[in-house]
């Protein structure tokens, strides 16, 4: 389950965050936030399982982001945090499909309590996805997710379930469009553009950070010049695939798609990185920087923050001298460094995620794959193996 934890305390933030892996593996701090604005804002929602929220903080309060949450038709559970068992909260609170709430401080006890309970009513709901009346009231989040499995191969779906899924959110005889887009709009200020622009299409929006993979579906054939021509209108950069196409050639197009990375540095490189001697000192400033920053939220501004220059001037200067963009260093040494925690299979992938700086597991699985042409999951298996023929070669 993913949980997301919003408390304006860091002391208690870490304490729960802390606390959850240590008491079930299959519970994953997906976002920690000290503001519910920012978290309102900033957080995948739909991929959101269990929400820990402080009732009580500045600026929004837990119920006024519960609130916003319910209106923009997200069913998140909620559990709130207080100091004290206020009558008049837990009225608003159950107004609003409080799942529970926890008194401060949080016990170990009362954490793992209620969150098997959440997650005895998530196998619950689970167990009734079948069910038409479910399926018609959650019908775009049951395909999108379903769709992102196919789109991005993160699980084996058996022929079976497949033909079931495809006849139950009504995707046998569509057809679509995939794009991959960069921008610098926030994800709602692209949500509400495109809404606009594909009014009476069915489409979808996965990945964050600059990078964006829209899904369009089309029921008519010469629907695709339609579609490739909003996308040109909506003046985001976009590479399209130039068909329609049916649901079984989603991952190869997809694939298609990507971006060819740049070798990372344990692989042959055809094009070395440029000598420190032949960079200025600011860019030499800017990659010293960020390898020692990766792991946190960095941006542009705050590397051009850091040497005292432009955003613009230091993106432009550092194209010229480095060879790739400043996003494109900057995820090459995530990527460099998780391809490094992936050899010790102790390390789970979600906490690899969060060491090397990435803020979503999907937007991580796609860049890696755009970089080593595996799966995360691929590279640890092939890995391991050649680890294991390495030593039994020695063995004998």
């Not at 909260?89 to 926890?102: S, T, V």
């Not at 008519?220 to 068909?243: I, K, Y």
């Not at 494109?328 to 690899?352: E, G, M």
């Not at 060491?355 to 995360?376: D, E, H, W």
Request: with cysteine; aromatic share 10%.
């Amino acid at each position: 389950m993913n949980i997301v934890i919003i408390d304006d305390e860091p002391v208690i933030l870490n304490g729960i965050s802390n606390m959850i892996p240590q008491m079930h593996t299959g519970w994953h701090v997906y976002a920690m936030f000290t503001d519910a604005a920012d978290a309102l804002t900033n957080c995948n929602w739909d991929e959101v399982d269990v929400l820990l929220a402080d009732i009580s903080m500045p600026g929004m309060d837990g119920l006024s982001l519960i609130s916003a949450l319910r209106d923009n038709g997200f069913e998140t559970l909620v559990v709130f945090i207080t100091a004290h068992a206020n009558f008049e909260y837990a009225q608003r609170g159950a107004h609003l499909n409080m799942f529970d709430y926890l008194l401060k401080p949080v016990s170990r006890a009362s954490l793992n309590d209620v969150l098997a309970r959440a997650e005895r009513y998530h196998e619950k709901t689970r167990s009734v996805l079948e069910n038409a009346e479910y399926i018609r009231q959650n019908l775009h989040t049951l395909r999108k997710h379903f769709l992102g499995d196919v789109l991005f191969e993160e699980r084996l779906i058996a022929e079976t379930e497949m033909r079931q899924r495809m006849e139950d959110y009504g995707l046998a005889d569509q057809r679509y469009l995939i794009a991959l887009l960069k921008t610098g709009l926030s994800r709602p200020q692209l949500k509400q553009d495109f809404g606009r622009l594909l009014a009476g299409h069915t489409w979808m929006l996965f990945g964050q950070e600059l990078c964006f993979e829209l899904l369009l579906f089309a029921t008519e054939q010469g629907d695709a010049a339609w579609l490739r021509a909003q996308l040109d209108a909506s003046g985001v950069q976009a590479t399209a695939c130039d068909r329609l196409l049916a649901i079984d050639e989603l991952p190869a197009a997809f694939r298609q798609l990507l971006p060819q990375g740049a070798p990372l540095p344990e692989e042959p490189s055809s094009e070395p990185q440029p000598a420190e001697k032949d960079l200025s000192l600011s860019i030499r400033l800017a990659r010293q920087y960020i390898d020692q920053h990766y792991g946190e939220r960095i941006s542009l501004r705050s590397i051009a923050d850091a040497v005292y220059l432009h955003p613009t001037y230091l993106s432009n200067v550092f194209r010229k001298q480095m060879g790739m963009g400043v996003v494109d260093y900057i995820n090459t040494v995530r990527i460099t460094r998780a391809k490094s925690l992936l050899l010790d299979p102790r390390n789970r992938i979600y906490w690899i995620v969060e060491q090397v700086g990435f803020s979503n597991q999907r937007y991580f699985s796609y860049i890696f794959k755009a970089l080593t042409g595996l799966t995360p999951m691929q590279y640890r298996q092939h890995k391991l193996i050649l680890t294991d023929h390495t030593t039994g070669a020695l063995d004998r």
